[in-house]
């Protein structure tokens, strides 16, 4: 069988060339070509986009940064501001200490001159019959029993005087009136105690309808009167004994001293300030001061003018000379039209305690009745001789 020959299939063409001739065909780009201006102009779009997105990272931690500091600021205030509440915490608890303390011992002293008003009565009563026994049965001795009998009588009034409040102490009476009215009616404004706080402030206002006015009055009265001392301001001449059966019986001083020691033990005046902190408005300053709240800032002025009252009478009695003066002084000047801050409420809590710290109260009470003891013991010496 002959060989095979292989048959193609495309039928022969004189156009095509030799097989010698014949070149390969070029491959086919499959990118298009572009010229190098279009290399540049991707290359700057790239470049365009990597810059756009920088700067946008940029700009998103320059905001984070700012957004940090902002709450590191706010995180500042707001950690000042617990410590100032826990140092105002701290000194009202101090306080309420001091304040139970002075009341036990007004309570205490109330009860001796109780009894010795008590055993001076009985006395005078038995001195009396035994005179007027004298004198019915015509005694030679009814000369000598009168005098003893004008002696005890002598004795019993000055019991009595000591339970009669002096202008000073009435003006402290009414004083501390103002300030439990004035927290008694926070209390009531800002729903604290409110099963008892209607009433309390009802009834300490009807004594004191003034509060503020009459503190800041009695602060202004330490700021103009800061040289004087003049005895007939302290009132040492004995009391009268009509006045046994009114306001200015020495029940007055008990009945605010009960009041502040309520107030104290139900944490009134801690309780206030946290209500009025909440009611703060945040400053714009970035001074590192909190301003306060008006309620806050009315209740530093009220304070401040306290302390004024009580270092311009501690002054006027020798009380303290040796820091009576500057503490007058610096609660004078300390008293300006700016408005309050942390800082000055920080101020008014420590000065009050120091006041406490000190017995101010106690000692210008003593001062306010030396007459009297020296009075008592002029009589006993005089009996003594008798």
Known sequence: MPASVPISLRPPSSADPPADNRREPAPVPLRPTST???????????????????????????????????????????????????????????????????????????????????????????????????????????????????????????????????????????????????????????????????????FWSSLAPLPVQAILAAGQKAKEGIDNNDPDEREDSPRDLNELSGERNIESMLLVEKGLRELASLKVEEAVALAMAKHRRPSSKKTGLIELSKEESEDVLFKQAWLAYFWRRAKNHGVEPDIADERLQFWINHNSNSPATSHDAVDVERGLLELKKLGIESQLWRESRKWLEHDSMHRTQSLSDF
């Open 36 to 202: 190098s201006g279009g290399s540049d102009t991707s290359a700057d779009t790239r470049r365009d986009k990597r810059m756009s997105l920088d700067l946008g990272t940029f700009n998103m931690r320059e905001n984070r940064a700012q957004r940090s500091s902002a709450l590191e600021d706010e995180l500042d205030m707001l950690q000042e501001e617990n410590e100032n509440l826990l140092e105002k915490l701290r000194l009202a608890e101090e306080r309420c200490d001091e304040t139970e303390a002075r009341a036990r011992q007004l309570e205490q002293q109330v009860a001796n001159l109780g009894e010795g008003v008590t055993l001076e009565a009985r006395l005078l009563s038995r001195k009396e019959a035994a005179l007027q026994q004298r004198e019915t049965h015509g005694g030679s001795a009814h000369g000598g029993r009168n005098d003893e009998a004008e002696y005890e009588l002598r004795s019993l009034r000055i019991m009595t005087q000591r339970m009669i409040l002096s202008r000073e102490e009435m003006e402290e009476v009414v004083l501390k009136r103002s300030w439990l009215a004035w927290y008694w009616s926070l209390c009531v404004e800002h729903g604290i105690h409110a099963e008892i706080a209607a009433s309390r402030s009802e």
